[in-house]
């Protein structure tokens, strides 16, 4: 007589045989395979779904801050950051016309707090908060081969083309896909049942225009050079170059390889067919910002005629949900400009705020509708003390270092002024996802406002004893650039925190 199955064997025959999980997560991409292990160490059967499980080939979610780091170790996920090159990353290097300044991400205390938040340098201590710099497509295998070695977890390569409904009732119950028949290679029509479906179909999603009836905002793209032993003015800090060209970003990305990546906004004339398109616009302006060890390490990049590999700087906020039996996450529903680097840390935190909504001591059976949207919107509003931080800083940064108005160029320059008088525990603190206080950030920008109009009034009024007669130019402008300032920071901040 054969001896009764186990739980976790019926689970897995029941994925295997029958299609049929508690969770259905489509898309195996950072919050896929983050949620979908989240959800399976609380005993829930999940059936993880992706299109294609190759090792994908990226050029951003290369770049993981503190927050997201601890995260991923909250979530059992740390041990895919080795073994994969991944290179640390103690900070920033903002380079603005050729002056450095450094700013290392903040220590923590006992309490695991910043202690110089709203101001202050960087204070010893053995909290050394380290991001991490890697190749996207190692990552990603990382995380899917721990899903796959997971006992409540079935991961599998097929398509998905739709959602299934019941035939009286909106309710979605699974999804169809087409799966390549190993002996054939003909794509077969297949279909998977779960109590819930979660779509984490990344930035192109097909199913965003249909559920949250938004798509992103784009202005520009990061065109991307990968630098082979490229010797960075500071090795082991992110690198972000401010010159007379569209900001620059630079990380290692493995021991030999560094990740350039090059803003071009929509309809740059310098970018233009006429003055040689991207690539003209590169030579022509953004090699004479970078440093000379980084200059020679990017025309190697460039010596092979082609245009670098490209993709969409976009801007999506998240959107309440009234769901029906599938929710949508990640990318497909919530994105920010790249420049700061905070996308995978507002994943990672999402799939452990998901998870802890939808644990089954408070949500046994996930088919229970009104439950998963009070836990739905409960993610919306918990998840807003950090992603709308990182969501801000995003767009507000990318405004100030993409300067293109006197008002604007004025910030940039206050900006960079406040991180050379040293105060950069707080700012820093926010970007890595450590600092989880909009109040904070608040305090922060328009700190450097103030500051920026500080030091157009002196450049205005000058060192003459007849400076005082420019002091009502030196007044307008100082309305201007608060007035800027709160154009770019307030309609965002308010649109991600308090909305």
Partial sequence: MASPLTTTESQTRRRDTYHEADVVVVGAGVFGCAIAFALANQGRSVLLLERWLKEPD????????????????????????EDIDAIPC????????????????????????????????????DKKQVGRGFHHGRFISALRRACQDHQNITVVE???????????????????????????????????????????DGYDSKWRKNVLGTKPQVKSKFYALELIDCELPDPGYGHVIIGNAFPVLLYQIGTHETRALIDVPQNLP???????????????????????????????????????????????????????GMVLLGDAMNMRHPLTGGGMTVAFNDALLLAEALHPDRIPNLDNAKAINKAMDELYWRRKSLTGIINVLAQALYSLFAANDRQL????????????????????????????????LFYHFFSVAFLAIWLNACAVMGGSIFGFLWAPLALVDALLILWKACIVFLPIMWRETFW
């Fill in 58 to 81: 990226r050029i951003v979610g290369e770049l993981l801050q503190p927050g997201g780091i601890a995260s991923l170790k909250k979530l059992g996920l740390g041990h895919c950051l």
């Fill in 90 to 125: 103690y900070g920033y290097n903002v380079i603005y016309h050729g002056r450095p300044s450094l700013i290392p991400y903040p220590n923590l205390d006992e309490n695991n707090e910043v202690p110089r938040a709203w101001g202050g340098k960087n204070k010893l201590g």
């Fill in 158 to 200: 097929t398509e998905v083309v739709k959602t299934l409904q019941g035939e009286h009732t909106d309710q979605i119950l699974g999804v169809e896909s087409r799966t390549t028949n190993k002996e054939t290679g003909v794509k077969e029509p297949d279909y998977y049942f779960g109590q819930l479906t979660i779509i984490a």
């Fill in 270 to 324: 310098e970018a233009s067919a006429a003055n040689g398109g991207v690539r003209g616009y590169i030579n022509k302006h953004v090699l004479p910002a970078l440093p000379d060890s980084i200059r020679v390490s990017a025309e190697k990049a460039l010596a092979d005629g082609k245009i670098p590999r490209s993709m969409p700087n976009s801007w999506l906020p998240p959107k309440r949900q009234v769901t029906n």
């Fill in 409 to 440: 160029r004025a910030l940039q320059l206050g900006c960079f002024d406040y991180f050379r008088r040293g105060i950069i525990d707080g700012p820093c603190g926010l970007l890595g996802g450590i600092i989880h206080r909009p109040a904070v």
